[in-house]
């Protein structure tokens, strides 16, 4: 049972344009998000994160929007460059509970 | 800093094998967790530490067994290799709290054969 899902296996978006990388969750008691990036051969590194008295987190080129009520989560990379090229992966935690991770969008940033 | 190391980066394990996948972080932080993750799957958690001398299983935690007698070690034990445990194995720490934002070390990749 996938309590975190990113139906979007993979995206390719041009040099300058907005990426928009997509999560649901099914859990209601999910009340920390956070988005982290992988590239190839190398661990995970925390991106950004909201907490879900937020509706919008920013850092720099990257925000974070959460909708409650869809249980619905984005990530906006803007402008796109080809470095951001990688595996997204969300992840959300509820209370004391452990983090649950999707499964991640390869993101392709085409020069 | 070198942040969270795994040892080795490698290994190919016949069944049956036994290995210790090792992992160090010198961030002096307390919380400590070890994923796997399957192609086209998301991380997996198989055993977390609080603190030194205190475990307790994730997820996915059988065929794995885990120590932690010092804050900075966190050894994985393979005892029974099987053809399921080949995987990306990631462990990570964190500080202020369980389920902080966790920094990963760069992943033992497995195969067993």
């Known amino acids: 049972d996938q309590q975190v899902k990113q139906n979007s296996p993979s995206l390719s978006v041009q040099e300058g344009r907005i990426s928009i990388l997509n999560c649901d969750y099914t859990?209601?008691?999910?009340?920390?998000f956070l988005w982290y990036k992988k590239y190839p051969a190398e661990g995970p590194t925390f991106l950004i994160s909201?907490?879900?008295?937020?509706d919008k987190n920013e850092d720099g080129r990257f925000t974070v929007f959460l909708n409650k009520s869809a249980k619905h989560l984005s990530l906006h990379i803007v402008p796109s460059q080809p470095g951001d090229s990688a595996v997204y992966f969300c992840?959300?935690?509820?209370?004391?509970?452990?983090?649950?991770f999707g499964k991640g969008t390869k993101l392709t940033v085409n020069p | 800093n070198a942040g969270v190391t795994q040892t080795p980066k490698f290994r190919i394990l016949k069944i049956g094998q036994s290995m210790t996948l090792q992992c160090t972080q010198d961030m002096n932080h307390n919380y400590m967790y070890w994923y796997r993750q399957d192609p086209g799957m998301g991380l997996k958690l198989i055993y977390y530490s609080v603190g030194a001398g205190i475990t307790d299983k994730g997820e996915v935690p059988n065929g794995y067994n885990v120590s932690r007698s010092t804050t900075e070690d966190f050894p994985l034990r393979l005892e029974l290799a099987a053809p399921s445990q080949t995987s990306v194995y990631f462990c990570?720490?964190?500080?202020?709290?369980?389920?902080?934002?966790?920094?990963f070390g760069p992943g033992t990749r497995l195969t067993v054969l």
């Open positions: 992840a959300a935690k509820g209370g004391s509970e452990k983090l649950v």
């Open positions: 909201i907490s879900s008295i937020k």
């Open positions: 859990n209601s008691m999910f009340d920390y």
């Open positions: 990570a720490s964190s500080y202020g709290s369980l389920w902080d934002t966790q920094y």
